[in-house]
């Protein structure tokens, strides 16, 4: 569409160059326009089906590339420029999107820039001069069936793409559903059972007003298990296929993921301390907050290194859990800052400590009952 059509038309069809230039430089528009409304489409029906739809179009677009481009007037070049760079732009959108899900995080960027490269210098190098035979041995009509030829492989290529999409689009939505979890948890109210001994009756609305930082401690809370989610996703791809509950009781009882048990302790003692202890104190937040922010950065001595060991690498090289812990960390920065007194701050460490002992054997007791 730009190389062959330039040549040809200033050639064969006696065009002038720059005249032919301003109808490509039009055709350019359409080109960039459709990038954004391709990636936009591509967001709501996936990437394959949006590259199937525009590989479609130009099959179509082969029928009338004779027609439009030797039509002998102004009108229909400029249609013929714009209709195929219109083309163009509908697979440029989600293109680096489906190259890029081709390959595991450790070599995305690799494997994405060679595929695209390799591609053109292989393959779209030898469009022009291909089309440039055809045409004129053949006549242009053959450049149309030549491009339409193309078509098929390009849809053959599609379908033996590995279908990630609805494995992405069930991780958007848990998010979203944890999201709107988090956002309607502190306007829940929730019944006390018989065995919640010593937690107050009153509603969490009203323990909220008294203790504002606990809507605080919740969204820090969905914050985490977003960076625990993000993890999973990240970790799952290298680890062998397993049902919901396999996958489950791997992560809490199998050596191989005893790594991420820091974090999702983490998280199951401050849902604890939300569900099961509505007096907890502006100090022991604080105390919450410095744990999880130390845990996450490995600023506390000794450093979870097992933990880091692993999770560092995914946050160079995962976006989502780049993402994940950005929003963790902006959640854990509205908690109260911790007392400037070491005594005090040591002190409150300790009562969390505690309250976090209290309530693992608590739990384990209403288990065991």
Not at 8 to 17: D, E, I, K, V
Not at 211 to 239: I, K, M, N, T, Y
Not at 240 to 251: C, K
Not at 281 to 293: D, K, M, N, V, Y
Request: glycine fraction near 8%; include cysteine.
């Amino acid at each position: 569409m730009t190389v062959f059509s330039l040549g040809w038309g200033t050639s064969a069809l006696g065009y002038t160059r720059a005249r032919f230039l301003i109808w490509q430089m039009i055709g350019v528009l359409f080109f960039a326009l459709m990038i954004p409304v391709s990636a936009a489409i591509a967001d709501r029906s996936g990437r394959k089906a949006m590259l199937g739809a525009a590989t479609a179009g130009i099959i179509a677009f082969g029928a009338v590339f004779q027609p439009l481009f030797g039509s002998g007037t102004a009108l229909g070049v400029v249609a013929f420029l714009c209709l195929g760079l219109t083309l163009m732009g509908l697979t440029y959108g989600p293109l680096g999107t489906a190259l890029a899900e081709l390959f595991p995080t450790p070599v995305r960027y690799t494997g994405a820039s060679l595929a695209f490269n390799l591609a053109g210098i292989l393959g779209a190098s030898v469009a022009p001069y291909a089309a440039s035979w055809l045409a004129t041995n053949y006549g242009l009509a053959y450049v149309g069936c030549y491009l339409s030829a193309a078509g098929p492989l390009t849809l053959v290529a599609l379908l033996l793409i590995p279908a990630r999409e609805r494995q992405r689009g069930a991780q958007r939505s848990a998010c979203r559903a944890a999201q709107r979890g988090s956002n309607m948890r502190g306007k829940r109210r929730r019944i006390p059972s018989p065995t919640d001994v010593g937690v107050a009756s009153r509603p969490r609305n009203d323990m909220s007003s008294d203790h504002p930082w606990l809507e605080d401690l919740r969204e820090c809370s969905a914050a985490l298990q977003a960076v625990l989610g993000a993890v999973l996703e990240a970790e799952r791809q290298f680890a062998p296929p397993a049902s919901p509950l396999e996958r489950l009781h791997q992560i809490t009882n199998s050596p191989e993921w005893a790594w991420l048990q820091p974090l999702y302790r983490l998280i199951a003692d401050v849902d604890h301390a939300l569900a099961y202890a509505g007096d907890l104190p502006a100090s022991e937040t604080a105390a919450i907050g410095a744990h999880a922010r130390e845990l996450l950065s490995g600023s506390s001595v000794p450093a979870e290194q097992a933990f880091l060991s692993h999770y560092r690498p995914l946050l160079q090289t995962d976006p989502a859990v780049a993402m994940a812990h950005a929003g963790a960390l902006r959640a854990l920065r509205a908690l109260p800052p911790e007392a400037a007194n070491e005594a005090e701050r040591l002190h409150a460490r300790h009562q969390w400590n505690e309250r976090r002992r209290f309530l693992r054997a608590g739990q384990r007791g209403r288990t065991a009952s």
